[in-house]
């Protein structure tokens, strides 16, 4: 059983196309995240939901807008898609943000290449 | 603000030796958690262990093992008697959240560690 699962794995794209990722968590965690991974591995959080509810919103362009429509699913979209958007992004969930203590669990990644 | 420092970009090492990488963090909150998370070649990150602030025992499990230093702020990981399978990007993290509420991580800019046969 697939704890957190992103869709699609791959997706690649041209500049000023509009795309989604989805990610659906079995663990019946509370909270999840999207996170970014660029070419140097470098990992920043992007956003948050707890119970649905934006818990965080780092400081990441209008055109990417975060939906959940349940607890245990985190989409991502992605309007008029740029060059500087090829990245690795990953989705988490965890239990609890009010206690720092839980571990995070990520999806396997999808990896976004913009040409 | 927060941080993680990860200094080491890539270690490599042959196999059956020991390495440690090292982790730096800088923090106000007197209540934090540390972690330390495995991404190997096929991209998944992998939980290894956390520590919470308050608690500066070192741990062992396996070939793996950690310390946890406040009074230097590091939380070195050590893996003893490498394998080629324990090549992978490592990465530090940092939970801080008590005074806001809400915690997030800060992922250190990760350490790549090869390990030659």
């Known amino acids: 059983d697939t704890a957190v699962s992103q869709t699609p794995k791959y997706l690649v794209t041209q500049m000023g196309n509009d795309k989604s990722i989805k990610c659906e968590q079995n663990?019946?965690?509370?909270?999840m995240y999207w996170y970014k991974q660029d070419s140097k591995k470098f990992l920043k959080i992007m956003f948050s939901?707890?119970?649905?509810?934006?818990?965080i919103n780092e400081t990441v362009p209008n055109r990417f807008s975060p939906k959940s429509p349940d607890k245990a699913h985190l989409n991502l979209h992605i309007n008029s898609l740029e060059l500087g958007d090829s990245a690795v992004y990953f989705c988490?969930?965890?239990?609890?943000?009010?206690?720092?203590?839980?571990?995070?669990?990520f999806g396997p990644g999808t990896r976004l290449t913009v040409l | 603000a927060q941080k993680v420092t990860q200094a080491q970009t890539e270690i490599s090492v042959v196999e059956k030796e020991d390495v440690t990488l090292d982790c730096v963090y800088e923090?106000?909150?007197?209540?934090?958690?540390l972690f330390w998370y495995k991404q190997p070649p096929s991209g998944e990150l992998v939980f290894l262990i956390r520590?919470?602030?308050?608690?500066?025992q070192n741990e062992i499990s396996g070939r793996y093992s950690w310390n946890f230093q406040k009074s230097t702020s590091s939380f070195n990981f050590t893996i003893t008697a490498s394998q080629v399978v324990d090549s992978a990007v490592y990465f530090c993290?940092?939970?801080?959240?008590?005074?806001?509420?809400?915690?997030?991580?800060?992922f250190g800019t990760g350490t790549r560690l090869k390990v030659l046969a």
């Open positions: 988490a969930s965890s239990q609890d943000p009010e206690r720092g203590y839980n571990e995070q669990f």
């Open positions: 663990l019946g965690h509370d909270t």
């Open positions: 939901y707890n119970n649905k509810e934006l818990i």
């Open positions: 923090t106000r909150d007197t209540t934090y958690y």
């Open positions: 520590r919470n602030s308050f608690d500066e």
């Open positions: 993290a940092l939970s801080e959240g008590f005074t806001s509420g809400t915690y997030k991580y800060i």
